[in-house]
């Protein structure tokens, strides 16, 4: 009897690393090997056709491979064994492809030992400088008393009663609920005539909108111009004029509830205004905190990118590209908008987009590598225990063995490289290390 897969014997194997993070593996298998190979291809043959005087499953090997033909039987062997034996030689060389493989010279004679030749791109390696003599210090500004001040302000802006106005005109700090059409020449941005509430004191409007509405009286259209800010999301009209009509149809006063003890039942903290202002303060601070990491964990990670020197090879950059273009089609799947189509709202290709993404996917993949290599020469592990009990977070109950078993190896990376970033804070802050934020 063959020996089973995991028992049999190492197989001869030569490696020739090749530009561009390509290996060619030069694999020989013993003659029994492709023994099994066609005693495995006889059985799967025999099983799946029908042989006049046998039961399905029971006709001879020899009257199997007579019906089928010696060039059939060869290549189901050939089919059966590659992938199981490239995976092995995978193994064995420990590589890891990023690639599928692209197979030749294949030899399978009876009697002789199976060999092929497999070229595959895989995981490059990485040169790492010291990353240990990173230091970015975690520093956290204080909270100002005018940022208290700011936040309580916008609190009593957020509780403020609303009443009926529209006998007037809209004054500074009026909301206004019009239907607005906007146009750059001839052509109209976004829905014409879409209704909607305008704060004229919040300076969440376009820049010089509220200063415009200021005066407007419902029924009594007007006509809007401003300059599209530089951040506005279709580039091509950034800085450009455009003219909004706006047709009012509704004008509320607000009324501010006072800055006393009374806001802090409003607002559901404490009993009196300076417990509120101690709250504000401490969630300011908290902040304050949270941002500083985000900062420090943003250094730090920069800088070890700038120590790596690997060459990411082609595939890893169109998955990363792949990917980004997977989440940007979850994140559009509740509005029902297509990612063609907000592209295309964009003046923007598909070829465009994965274009712009190249440089960002290339320096994500660079981090992820380089992180891993930390936790490779730090040690860092991830359990079996750790993994699964994140598995059972991140899957629902029902859901299939098999996608619990894709998700692992790729979960556990994740988990490792987040033990890296830990790893790296701690190091570059001199020993204080904060919980880095998600994502």
Known sequence: MSPSPPEAAQLELSVERLPGSRAQLKVVAAESETERGLSQALRHLGQ??????????????????????WPALRQHA???????????????????????????EVVLERGQPFSFTASVVVRPEIELGDYGAIRVPLEVPAVAEADVDSTLEALRQRYAQLSDASDREARAGDVVTAELTMRHGEEVIGSPDQLQTLDLERGELLPGMA????????????ELVLTLPQEYAREELRGEMVTISANVKQVQAKELP????????????????????????EQLTLEARQEAERGQQARVLEALVGLARVEV?????????????????????????????????????????RGEQRQ???????????????????????SDQELDQNLRRIFARGSSREARARAREPLRREMLRGAARRRL?????????AQPPEG
């Open 313 to 353: 090879p082609e595939p890893m950059i169109q998955a990363e590209i792949d990917r980004e273009l997977r989440d940007l089609e979850l994140g559009l799947q509740a509005s029902g908008i297509t990612v063609e189509q907000l592209l295309s709202s964009e003046g923007k290709s598909l070829e465009q987009f």
């Open 78 to 104: 050939i089919d059966d064994l590659l992938p199981e034996l490239f995976a092995r030689a995978l193994a064995q060389a420990e590589l890891e492809p990023v690639s599928s493989p692209e197979v030749s």
């Open 425 to 433: 804070l701690e190091l570059a802050g001199g020993g204080e290390v």
């Open 360 to 382: 960002p996917a290339v320096e994500r993949v660079q981090l992820e590598l380089a992180l891993e290599e930390v936790a490779r020469r730090e040690g860092l592990q991830v």
């Open 258 to 281: 006072p800055l006393d003890d009374n806001l802090a039942a409003i607002a559901g903290q404490g009993e009196n205004l300076e417990q509120l202002r101690q709250y504000v303060r």
């Open 48 to 69: 799946r056709y029908r042989f006049p005087g046998f039961r399905p499953g029971r006709a001879p090997e020899a009257v199997v491979e007579r019906a089928v033909g």
């Open 211 to 222: 200063d415009q509405l200021i005066g407007a009286r419902v029924g009594e259209p007007l």
